[in-house]
């Protein structure tokens, strides 16, 4: 009957059994309950009772703290934290979850998104069922800001309090890394559990987690935030030292030396014991445990390094919303009236296309979309204008809480230092990868200021040690540092290319170099009524002549960051711009400019293409190369093809190609033709390549299935051409003659 009780009451006490048992006329009983529960106070004495009391409580409380907590799922509005029930099964049917298996070393926040819109275009979802129900050792779980990680992680915490999943964890604990990084020198794990979960330590904690073991059950840690952890550096490198001028002293001595004075180094006894950090020793002690890590790509990628020696382990990726889920999302918080404007915006603009399947930003979008009368179709034309957009309108919505338009809100000197401080405050802290800043750090910023009138786009965070505080969410952060940098702060393209965490923002930073008339980011120019600058269009041409010097032989991945950060900015081809560009083409080894069509872009990326390509070839230069390695083209690969064959050095063909009702009219220098893995009919030839050999003037590679029957028609066509030199391979043979294949 006791052992009954325990397992039915949620907060099991011995007085609480008490009240119950004397109401049961045996009361004799009770002094057989006292001898048992001397029995299990007892140390090294490990009984039924002893465990129950121990675990049930904790298990119960835990679960009633994470439905109480958690129980409402935040709608993902820009930067509100609003809750609403949510059905959370069918929304997480609709967030899709994949296959994480390639390492994104040393990402940028450029590189990450570019390769969160690459696998965008193809993966097959895994099943939440399939994930969550099989229990793993380690689980790592990666995506880009605003995907819905967090989102995903307390799904969880939900449904194991149902019992749903996890049915062998008797304790799941959850932190936050953000807030882990108030807590920096604690370094045993019992006792960060009681100072994180402050809120229910009063009921179970302060008697028994000091003493609990637990090792001695199943146990499972979900730490959300990886990126957001201050000592990211020190988890990944066990050598690593807080301070940087012990490591550079250690590199020092790696050469010939001589130290003088090294009694006066106030770090001496590091030299030898380099010092962590003792959260760092929590959060590698957590490793010993069933555990969950989230965080963005780029740091679950660096995570996996140090996370080998696990077999039972599995990494994720968070892709956000499939077709079924924006049009769900659209269809339950869109007014009827603005539905179809929405979906028709979300079509027509590549940017708000792509950037749909990401919650925070579909949630913004649809807002700030049905919110005007006219949609400016060029509101969303580029990453910047997307992220400026939600930066206005949640300023005009939630800080200044008016609907006047936002030229008249900016007209205002006062409104425009506000945005000035908000920029600055993201600024200096984004340099220090400073996610949680405390009171006094916050007070620096002030001035003449009141905290609470930054709060939205700052939250407050309340803990027994004080008062913290973070921006509501890092994108915006992000967009801020990136204002500050490049309206305000008059830094040199040298000097933002130079400084890492600045780099993360360079496209960004480029779109916010020119004042596009037709955009809203305009608005963000001469924030500072006192300080008037014009050095915003050189400050574009320095960043883009680094990146155009930056770029590598042959190296596509820098090709294409240069034209993004060239869309970005929308510039016009103006003297100074040509200049730059042709520079490149005067390099001997890889110079000259490359366009690449294949599997890999991006309809974004594609776009950024498309832009450059307009400009130059329409000023009267030519691209060194065009490479196509795609079979069937969008739409908008087809004007780029069609563009770039206009002006053109060197075409590279690796497969056939679907391109019907359009054929080639300018000449080109060299062809490659690289279908040695295509068995191609005769017609299909014809139609695919024969228009570029005819164009061709100086030379030809040509490889060629073994199995096509119609070689004697190729070498006619090609002796018909003004090709001057040629090769073709073809069964195992090298031709460079006619003559030979016809013998």
């Known amino acids: 009957m006791i052992k009954k009780w325990f397992n039915i009451d949620e907060n099991p006490t011995l007085n609480k059994l008490k009240i119950a048992i004397l109401k049961i006329p045996k009361k004799d009983l009770w002094k057989k309950v006292e001898d048992l529960a001397k029995i299990s106070s007892s140390p090294n004495k490990d009984s039924n009772i002893s465990f129950k009391k121990e675990l049930s409580p904790m298990s119960a409380e835990l679960k009633k703290f994470y439905l109480e907590y958690y129980g409402k799922i ?390 027994d040690l004080g008062c913290y505080y973070q921006f509501a969410h890092l994108t915006i952060m992000e967009f801020c540092a990136s204002v500050y940098a490049s309206v305000y702060n008059c830094l040199s393209g040298d000097e933002i290319m130079t400084n890492t965490r600045l780099k993360t923002c360079l496209s960004m930073i480029c779109g916010l170099a020119i004042k596009n008339q037709k955009s809203l980011i305009k608005f963000l120019f001469n924030l500072n009524p006192s300080k008037k600058s014009n050095k915003e269009p050189s400050l574009l041409c320095s960043i883009l002549d680094r990146l155009s010097k930056s770029i590598k032989n042959y190296s596509a991945d820098d090709f294409n960051f240069f034209y993004e950060c060239f869309y970005e900015s929308q510039p016009s081809f103006t003297d100074e711009i040509k200049s730059i560009v042709d520079e490149q083409n005067k390099r001997k080894l890889g110079g000259g400019w490359e366009i690449s069509i294949n599997d890999r872009k991006t309809s974004y990326a594609t776009s950024c293409d498309n832009y450059f390509v307009n400009y130059y070839i329409k000023s009267g230069r030519k691209l060194m190369w065009l490479y196509v390695y795609k079979s069937i083209l969008s739409d908008e690969e087809k004007n780029l093809l069609i563009r770039c064959s206009t002006n053109v050095c060197k075409v590279c063909f690796d497969r056939p190609i679907n391109f019907e009702g359009w054929k080639p009219k300018d000449k080109i220098k060299k062809l490659w033709i690289l279908i040695s893995r295509y068995l191609i009919t005769k017609k299909g030839f014809e139609e695919n390549f024969l228009p570029w050999i005819n164009l061709c003037e100086e030379y030809l590679d040509l490889q060629l299935h073994d199995d096509i029957d119609f070689i004697k028609d190729i070498c006619e066509w090609i002796r018909c051409s003004n090709i001057k030199k040629f090769v073709i391979e073809y069964r195992g043979k090298k031709i460079y003659n006619l003559d030979e294949l016809t013998l």
């Open 74 to 463: 935040d709608e993902l509005e820009p930067l509100l934290k609003t809750s609403a029930n949510v059905d959370l099964i069918q929304k997480f049917v609709d967030l899709c979850i994949v296959d994480s298996v390639t390492a994104q070393k040393n990402a940028v926040f450029s590189v990450e998104r570019e390769e969160f819109l690459q696998k965008q275009m193809r993966y097959t979802p895994i099943p939440y069922s399939e994930i969550f129900t099989k229990e793993k050792s380690v689980l790592l779980i990666s995506g880009i800001a605003g995907i819905g990680k967090t989102w995903l992680l307390r799904k969880c915490l939900l449904d194991w309090l149902n019992n749903l999943i996890w049915k062998n964890v008797k304790l799941v604990f959850y932190l936050e890394c953000r807030r882990l990084n108030q807590y920096p020198n604690i370094s045993d794990i019992n006792e960060l559990l009681i100072v994180f979960y402050k809120d229910i330590v009063n009921v179970f904690y302060k008697d028994i987690v000091n003493d609990f073991k637990l090792s001695s059950h199943t146990t499972m840690f979900i730490v959300d935030g990886l990126d957001e952890i201050q000592y990211f550096d020190e988890l990944l490198n066990p050598n690593f030292t807080s301070y940087p001028i012990v490591n550079a002293f250690a590199e020092i001595t790696k050469y010939k030396h001589v130290v003088d004075g090294l009694d006066e180094f106030n770090y001496f006894n590091e030299l030898p014991n380099p010092r962590l950090t003792p959260i760092v020793k929590v959060l590698r002690d957590i490793k010993k445990y069933k555990h969950i890590i989230a965080g963005r790509v780029y740091a679950i990628d660096q995570y996996q390094s140090i996370s080998t020696e696990q077999s039972n382990k599995l990494t994720i990726q968070i892709m956000g919303f499939n077709e079924n889920g924006i049009n769900n999302y659209i269809e339950s918080h869109v007014m009827e009236e603005k539905k179809e404007v929405v979906k028709t915006t979300l079509a027509e603009s590549p940017i708000a296309k792509a950037m749909a399947s990401v919650p925070f930003y579909l949630s913004s979008m649809c807002k700030i979309i049905s919110d005007v009368e006219i949609i400016n179709k060029n509101s969303l034309l580029t990453m910047t204008d997307l992220y400026a957009n939600i930066f206005l309108y949640f300023l005009r919505q939630h800080i200044f809480k008016n609907n006047k338009l936002i030229y008249k809100i900016m007209e205002d000197n006062t409104n425009k230092k506000y945005i000035l401080n908000i920029c600055k405050i993201a600024y200096n802290l984004f340099l220090q990868n400073k996610i949680i800043f405390s009171n006094e750090e916050f007070q620096d910023f002030l001035s003449d200021k009141n905290e609470g009138d930054f709060f939205g786009f700052i939250e407050r965070i309340e803990t």
